[in-house]
Nanobody, 123 residues
Framework: QVQLVESGGGLVQAGGSLRLSCAAS????????MGWFRQAPGKEREFVGR????????SYSDSVKGRFTISRDNAKNTVYLQMNSLKPEDTAVYYC????????????????WGQGTQVTVSS
């Protein structure tokens, strides 16, 4: 079982950047494909992107493609979400999650979740 803790959220102006981190403990981090999700007030939790166990492949939702980048450092048991060109509509609580499934974009495919970190983008 793996525990996940996100950090790095905050308040940023539109056009700015933030980097979120998700530190894992208690399990074999390199055995898990990792995902990032977000949830805005009153909305469903939505897929942002994912990265494979080795870090070789990442994919993104259309809403963030070209602006966000996911990476991981298996030696540090950490996955990152670099967010550039932020927009007010990116405002949400961001969650990292772990899965053994491949090509997983549904929340139900992820067994382990962090507590989330708030990102607020002002216009």
């Amino acid at each position: 079982q793996v525990q996940l803790v996100e950090s790095g959220g905050g308040l940023v102006q539109a056009g700015g950047s933030l980097r979120l981190s998700c530190a894992a403990s208690g399990g074999a981090f390199s055995s898990y494909n990792m995902g990032w999700f977000r949830q805005a007030p009153g909305k469903e939790r939505e897929f942002v992107g994912r990265i494979t166990k080795s870090g070789a492949t990442a994919s993104y939702s259309d809403s963030v493609k070209g602006r966000f980048t996911i990476s991981r450092d298996n030696a540090k048991n950490t996955v990152y979400l670099q967010m550039n060109s932020l927009k007010p509509e990116d405002t949400a609580v961001y969650y990292c999650a772990a899965t053994t499934a491949y090509f997983a974009i549904a929340t139900s495919s992820y067994a382990y979740w962090g507590q989330g970190t708030q990102v607020t983008v002002s216009s």
